[in-house]
């Protein structure tokens, strides 16, 4: 089985009529293994434009040959002699001389970058550094994938198939690798190629794909068993990272051969990765993954570009990725948030999408120790994504919406942040159409979604004068999602813990309502709430500053639920109104847990204190500002007024310290005085 199938096929098939290698003529040697004692050289073909590759390979001597080679028909050269110890060449009969060779033809060009040799270098791919540079590369180019869709389709080499479980999720097909010459078993080299289509490569690998790993470690090490005899503790099943070609599959080699990528550096053992998937659901998607890539291929050019082997540090591409190039195209996004902090989030609820993944967040933030907050605040955060592209009701197809949302974050944001944005909210549709993962993650966003909606409609019926949904309904969905306090619920039947949580969230969701001062002091229309403006500086906060950012943009006003929205204009000195903010979070969180206050208050005073060295607290303290001027300009643009909200420009001009920040208000000042100047 062979991974260098040929894009798109082509009508020359020499390999109808080959008997003889008399068509080839010898062009140049590609590269070289001399431990191995393999060489690859590139050859053109009589009658043919196109050239080809051959691979020629030393087979492993076997008892029948060395037999065969132990007669008067080998020729033996003598080099030297010195006392007890001789060297010769050996001529052996041809039956006992074979080299094994495989050909590529048509080759094109990428086949042979593969192919020739040159320098390696290590790559070590933290997920940002996949999702920013590996991942995008790797969509643009990759190998036609046809020849192994003719495998598992039955279309070719069916008569070389070991084994085969049809299922199509757990399914596989076992069949010898084209490295192995089938003569020996102690150069046994065979692939087990999934049927599930989709899976890409290790980085694509959750506790939902656990069933079809263990699968394969168990019947593909039996079946060489059982028809090879290698024990299993004789067999080494790994995977490649970077693999050749991006459809899932593993390799299974007798531990007495050591071929090309079972180094270290490339090959990943089964087991541990199926025990690492076990330890944690998300393991390769958080993982550092070193890989090796060679000069001449072109992810090691991608890599060069973006600076990775000149810069001391590597590349951080949330941090740095916004602050080269023009950013009105990222301002196009923001401003696509900007209609999530006003558009309802459904036909009958006033709630916009982006209040409710701001309180989703929260709510997040409000789960018990030991969980992934990053993950679980992050599919929150993109859970707003909805609203982007066309229209969004209940007769959206999820695939489609998710299709939709990559295609426009690949067209605005930078390649790391539109990887990260697409991976979130891709995760939140999986789990809102109840395609949970199994890990603990998945389970509690679950039952944040549903609480979530509970929440909603309890406001609803509260906005029409309903009876409210009963109280303990609540806080049994609380339980079952198992908030802290749920022990006391369920065991003791003390309702007191939970009773608090819960009346935390309703007092930080009067921020859905509370309308910005600023924007109703200028009369503007139907102006954002604190909950919006919170949300957007969140989603920005997470793409530049990480999920510290993330979680200060979202607590940073949140006491204005008890005390409002205070500006320079209400008469309250700076002082005054500190402590007044201060006193009003103490009071909003003095009854929930510890973890909880930690999180939420300690968040609060990172953004109020400023402390030196603090980047993530000055990066919020930008956002803050510039969501401001943005939202702004939204108005002004909407409104068609002029220039009539500039103060906030006004006040805001020499405010900016952080990069990309102070890069972004330059390009919208830019921006705005273009557009006012062509109106």
């Given at each position: 089985?062979?991974a260098?199938?040929?894009?798109?096929?082509?009508?020359?098939n020499?390999?109808?009529?080959?008997?003889?290698l008399s068509?080839?003529?010898?062009t140049?040697?590609?590269s070289?293994?001399?431990d191995?004692?393999?060489?690859?050289?590139?050859?053109?073909?009589?009658?043919?434009?196109?050239?080809?590759?051959?691979?020629?390979?030393?087979?492993?001597?076997?008892?029948?040959?060395?037999q065969?080679?132990?007669?008067?028909?080998t020729?033996?050269?003598?080099?030297?002699?010195n006392?007890?110890?001789?060297?010769?060449?050996?001529?052996?009969?041809?039956?006992?001389?074979?080299?094994?060779?495989n050909?590529?033809?048509?080759?094109t060009?990428?086949?042979l970058?593969k192919?020739?040799?040159s320098p390696?270098h290590m790559?070590?791919?933290?997920?940002?550094?996949y999702?920013?540079?590996?991942?995008?590369?790797?969509?643009?180019?990759?190998?036609?994938?046809q020849w192994?869709?003719n495998?598992?389709e039955?279309?070719?080499?069916v008569?070389?198939?070991i084994?085969?479980d049809?299922?199509?999720?757990?399914g596989f097909?076992?069949a010898?690798?084209?490295?192995?010459?089938?003569?020996s078993v102690?150069?046994?080299y065979c692939?087990?190629?999934?049927?599930?289509?989709g899976i890409?490569?290790?980085?694509?690998?959750?506790?939902?794909?656990l069933t079809?790993?263990?699968?394969?470690?168990?019947?593909?090490?039996?079946?060489?068993k059982?028809?090879?005899?290698l024990e299993?503790?004789?067999?080494?099943?790994?995977l490649?990272?970077?693999p050749?070609?991006?459809?899932?599959h593993?390799h299974?080699?007798s531990?007495?051969?050591?071929?090309?990528g079972?180094?270290?550096?490339?090959?990943h053992?089964?087991?541990t990765?199926?025990?690492?998937?076990e330890?944690?659901?998300?393991?390769?998607?958080?993982?550092t993954?070193?890989f090796?890539?060679r000069?001449?291929?072109n992810?090691y050019?991608?890599?060069?570009?973006?600076?990775?082997?000149?810069n001391l540090?590597k590349?951080?591409f949330c941090?740095?990725e916004?602050?080269s190039?023009?950013?009105?195209v990222?301002?196009?996004?923001?401003?696509?948030l900007?209609?999530?902090?006003?558009?309802?989030?459904?036909?009958?609820?006033?709630?916009t999408?982006?209040?409710?993944?701001?309180r989703?967040a929260?709510?997040?933030?409000?789960?018990?120790?030991?969980?992934?907050?990053?993950?679980?605040v992050?599919m929150?955060?993109?859970s707003?994504l909805?609203?982007?592209g066309?229209?969004?009701?209940e007769?959206?197809?999820?695939?489609?919406?998710?299709a939709?949302?990559?295609r426009?974050?690949?067209?605005?944001?930078?390649?790391?942040?539109?990887?990260?944005l697409?991976?979130?909210?891709?995760e939140?549709a999986?789990?809102?159409r109840?395609?949970?993962?199994g890990?603990?993650?998945h389970?509690l966003?679950?039952?944040?979604l549903e609480?979530?909606?509970?929440?909603l409609?309890w406001?609803e019926?509260v906005k029409?004068?309903?009876?409210m949904s009963e109280v303990?309904?609540l806080?049994?969905?609380?339980?079952r999602v198992?908030?802290?306090g749920?022990?006391?619920?369920?065991?003791?039947?003390?309702?007191?813990?939970l009773t608090?949580?819960?009346?935390?969230?309703?007092?930080?969701?009067?921020?859905q309502?509370?309308r910005?001062?600023?924007w109703?002091?200028c009369?503007?229309r139907?102006p954002?709430?604190?909950?919006g403006?919170?949300?957007r500086?969140?989603?920005?906060?997470?793409l530049?500053?990480g999920?510290?950012?993330?979680?200060i943009?979202?607590?940073?006003?949140?006491a204005?639920?008890?005390?409002?929205?205070?500006?320079p204009?209400?008469a309250?000195?700076?002082?005054?109104?500190e402590?007044?903010e201060?006193n009003?979070?103490k009071?909003?969180?003095?009854d929930?847990?510890?973890?909880i206050?930690?999180?939420?208050y300690?968040a609060?005073?990172?953004y109020?204190?400023?402390r030196?060295g603090d980047?993530s607290?000055?990066l919020?303290k930008?956002l803050?500002?510039?969501d401001?001027?943005l939202?702004?300009w939204?108005?002004?643009k909407?409104d068609?007024?002029?220039?009539?909200?500039?103060?906030?420009f006004?006040?805001?001009?020499t405010?900016?310290k952080?990069?990309p920040?102070?890069?972004?208000?330059?390009?919208?000042?830019?921006?705005?005085?273009?557009?006012?100047?062509?109106?």
């Open positions: 089985m062979s260098d199938g040929v894009n798109g096929g082509s009508s020359e020499i390999h109808l009529s080959t008997t003889d068509k080839f003529t010898f140049r040697v590609l070289e293994d001399t191995r004692k393999v060489v690859t050289v590139q050859a053109s073909v009589t009658g043919s434009p196109h050239p080809a590759i051959l691979t020629m390979e030393k087979l492993p001597f076997t008892p029948t040959a060395c065969g080679t132990l007669t008067r028909d020729v033996a050269a003598q080099q030297f002699t006392d007890v110890y001789g060297q010769y060449s050996l001529h052996p009969p041809p039956q006992h001389n074979t080299v094994k060779c050909i590529i033809h048509p080759a060009e990428k086949h970058e192919y020739l040799s390696p790559i070590v791919e933290t997920p940002a550094l999702r920013g540079v590996t991942r995008p590369h790797l969509e643009q180019e990759q190998f036609s994938l192994v869709y495998v598992l039955h279309k070719k080499e008569e070389r198939i084994y085969e049809p299922d199509p999720v757990t097909i076992l010898p690798d084209f490295k192995w010459s089938g003569d102690s150069d046994l692939l087990a190629i999934v049927h599930s289509r890409k490569s290790l980085r694509d690998l959750t506790s939902q794909h079809l790993l263990r699968n394969i470690k168990q019947e593909a090490t039996m079946a060489v059982d028809k090879y005899g299993t503790s004789q067999i080494r099943a790994y490649h990272y970077q050749s070609y991006y459809h899932l593993v299974i080699t531990l007495q051969f050591s071929p090309p079972s180094g270290c550096e490339k090959s053992l089964l087991d990765v199926i025990a690492n998937i330890m944690d659901s998300q393991y390769y998607q958080k993982a993954l070193p090796v890539v000069e001449k291929e992810l050019k991608k890599y060069k570009e973006v600076g990775y082997f000149s540090e590349p951080d941090s740095r916004f602050e190039g023009n950013s009105s990222s301002l196009k996004f923001w401003e696509m900007g209609r999530a902090k006003h558009e309802p989030c459904g036909e009958f609820w006033e709630t999408y982006g209040e409710s993944a701001w989703l929260v709510m997040c933030l409000s789960l018990g120790e030991g969980v992934d907050k990053a993950r679980l992050g929150a955060l993109s707003s909805t609203s982007v066309g229209i969004n009701d007769n959206t197809e999820w695939g489609e919406k998710v939709e949302v990559k426009v974050l690949k067209e605005h944001l930078p390649a790391e942040s539109a990887g990260l697409y991976d979130l909210f891709e939140h999986r789990v809102r109840g395609k949970l993962d890990s603990k993650e389970q966003y679950r039952g944040v609480m979530e909606e509970i929440m409609r406001e019926e029409e004068g309903k009876s303990k309904d806080l049994s969905k609380m339980c198992k908030f802290p749920w022990e006391q619920f369920s065991l003791l039947s003390d309702p007191g813990p608090k949580l819960l009346q935390f969230w309703l007092n930080i969701s009067r921020l309502k509370l910005r001062t600023g109703v002091r009369g503007v139907e954002e709430t604190v909950a403006h919170m949300y500086m969140g989603v920005m906060g997470l530049v500053g999920i510290e950012a993330a979680v943009s979202l607590c940073h006003d949140m204005e639920c008890v005390i409002g929205d205070i500006t204009h209400c309250v000195s700076q002082e005054d109104k402590v007044k201060d009003a979070f009071q909003l969180v003095r929930l847990p510890g973890h206050v930690r999180e939420l300690g609060f005073r990172r109020e204190d400023q030196e980047m607290a000055r919020v930008d803050d500002k510039y401001m001027i939202q702004a939204e108005y002004e909407r068609k007024k002029g220039a009539y909200l500039q103060q906030f006004d006040s805001t001009s405010v900016f952080t990069i920040i102070k890069k972004w208000q330059q390009d919208l000042l830019s921006f705005r005085e273009k557009h006012f100047a062509e109106a």
